[in-house]
């Protein structure tokens, strides 16, 4: 009976532990390695999708992320990319064209 309680937030667990595990990579792919801690970039990617669903663009966050961080312009508006392809691709309409 625990089990079959258990399972599915395992599962959940398992899905999260992989999408955090994917924006982390996608960071050190860009050299993106100057933040306190993994599960610090983690949260600061969630952060960004709440600014975002409190109706802030994604270049205002990004002017955020630049000015509350020691990352360059390039980093931060990339960051704030990989947060919303990681953890709110609802917004990935608002991002601007390439």
């Given at each position: 009976m625990?089990l079959?309680?258990l399972?599915?937030?395992?599962?959940?667990?398992?899905?999260?532990?992989?999408?955090?595990d994917?924006f982390i990579?996608?960071?050190?792919?860009e050299?993106?390695i100057?933040?306190?801690?993994?599960?610090h970039?983690?949260?600061?990617?969630?952060?960004?999708?709440v600014?975002?669903?409190?109706?802030?663009?994604?270049?205002?966050?990004?002017n955020?992320?630049l000015?509350?961080?020691?990352?360059?312009?390039?980093?931060?508006?990339f960051?704030?990319g990989?947060a919303?392809?990681?953890?709110c691709?609802?917004?990935?309409?608002?991002?601007?064209?390439?």
């Amino acid at each position: 009976m625990l089990l079959a309680l258990l399972g599915p937030l395992a599962v959940a667990t398992a899905h999260a532990d992989t999408t955090d595990d994917k924006f982390i990579a996608e960071l050190k792919s860009e050299g993106i390695i100057d933040h306190v801690s993994n599960a610090h970039a983690i949260e600061a990617g969630h952060f960004v999708c709440v600014k975002l669903d409190n109706g802030m663009s994604p270049s205002d966050v990004a002017n955020d992320v630049l000015n509350s961080s020691s990352m360059p312009a390039y980093h931060s508006g990339f960051f704030v990319g990989a947060a919303i392809d990681a953890y709110c691709p609802r917004h990935k309409a608002e991002l601007p064209a390439a």
